[in-house]
T-cell receptor, first 113, second 115 residues
């Protein structure tokens, strides 16, 4: 039982490049979330999903897209990376029964130059 | 709208001393409140939560927090700090009726424990 995994762990992009971050969970959780963590700002919700095939915007969705084609996977895409997207990205998931107990992945550290 | 304010971005205590991390919230409806901990280079882990019922809640690793509606606070305490408690701590709030599980996090407080 791996919990929540994120791929890759580190990435450096040039401005304008695109990439996809993968989040996978093996707990059969319905809910999944993408956050970004920046110093002094805590975690801010980018997008979330309440079930397979559904996505919704969080606090800071601009510049990101997401997809949840399979229940266990939640993809975060950056179409044209900007230096302001340099951050640590965390994925989390929770079950319908324990909706407020979120399980977090180890994070992806992204640098955009 | 909900919001969370954590007073003090850095708190330093000696090993064995009381730990007190402050959290105040703003919510137009009765909230659910949480404390998460983040150890270096790791994701967040739930420490404890308040939903309904008893206002003093106990969590893992000897931490506890008390929900005080009149003060809109949910401060985290531990009677005796251990070196392994050094981490970043986040307070979070949600609106239970939203049924989305969305959390609003505070800015975080880094706890340093000195030997």
């Amino acid at each position: 039982n791996a919990g929540v995994t994120q791929t890759p762990k580190f990435r450096v992009l040039k401005t304008g490049q695109s990439m996809t971050l993968l989040c996978a969970q093996d707990m059969n959780h319905e809910y999944m979330y993408w956050y970004r963590q920046d110093p002094g700002m805590g975690l801010r919700l980018i997008h979330y999903s309440v079930g397979e095939g559904t996505t919704a915007k969080g606090e800071v969705p601009d510049g990101y897209n997401v997809s949840r084609l399979k229940k266990q996977n939640f993809l975060l895409g950056l179409e044209s990376a900007a230096p302001s997207q340099t951050s640590v990205y965390f994925c989390a998931s929770s079950s319908q029964r324990g909706i407020y107990e979120q399980y977090f992945g180890p994070g992806t550290r992204l640098t955009v130059t | 709208a909900q919001s969370v304010t954590q007073l003090g971005s850095h708190v330093s205590v000696s090993e064995g001393a009381l730990v007190l991390l402050r959290c105040n919230y703003s919510s137009s409806v009765p909230p659910y409140l949480f404390w998460y901990v983040q150890y270096p280079n790791q994701g967040l882990q739930l420490l404890l939560k308040y939903t309904t019922g008893a206002t003093l809640v106990k969590g893992i690793n000897g931490f506890e927090a008390e929900f005080k509606k009149s003060e809109t606070s949910f401060h985290l305490t531990k009677p005796s700090a251990h070196m392994s408690d050094a981490a970043e701590y986040f307070c979070a709030v949600t609106v239970p009726s939203s049924n989305t599980g969305k959390l609003i996090f505070g800015q975080g407080t880094t706890l340093q424990v000195k030997p």
